[in-house]
């Protein structure tokens, strides 16, 4: 079984998370959800716990950031085109989300970002294939 990743985040109103990253083409797993999360799919193997902030405290004992005003984490998923970069931070910002930096743009990288409406950055990065396996 390979390797998987459940990030898990905290958030102030599920409901509106689950309608943002719906929009974005992602889907949910609903065996891992209920009023208090959902497991958000990305791919097969990478997945996001989007919990409601009671919820999320519950596996802490520190506070819990305000990712409006602190940064707890960056999040980067990788696009297999420039193109497909530009669709998924595009449709992000259409539903609701904001920008977060300038794009990136290297001779074999490019990448952009955006906030969600809890504020937690995402990246998107295309990698040209020959730099990688170089």
């Not at 079984?1 to 102030?12: A, C, S």
């Not at 449709?91 to 609701?96: E, K, P, Q, T």
């Amino acid at each position: 079984m390979p390797t998987m990743i459940f990030v898990n985040l905290p958030v102030k109103d599920l409901e509106v998370s689950k309608t943002f990253f719906t929009s974005l083409g992602y889907s949910f797993n609903p065996r891992f959800s209920d009023e208090n999360g959902a497991c958000l799919v990305i791919s097969d193997t990478i997945f996001a716990m989007l919990l409601t902030e009671p919820r999320f405290k519950d596996f802490t004992r520190k506070e819990v950031a305000d990712a409006s005003a602190v940064t707890e984490v960056i999040l980067c998923l990788s696009a297999e085109s420039r193109e497909k970069v530009d669709t998924l931070v595009d449709a992000a910002l259409a539903a609701g989300g904001s920008p977060s930096g300038e794009p990136q743009e290297y001779e074999f990288m490019y990448g952009r970002s955006f906030q969600d409406p809890d504020h937690h950055l995402w990246e998107v990065v295309w990698m040209d294939p020959a730099a990688v396996t170089g």
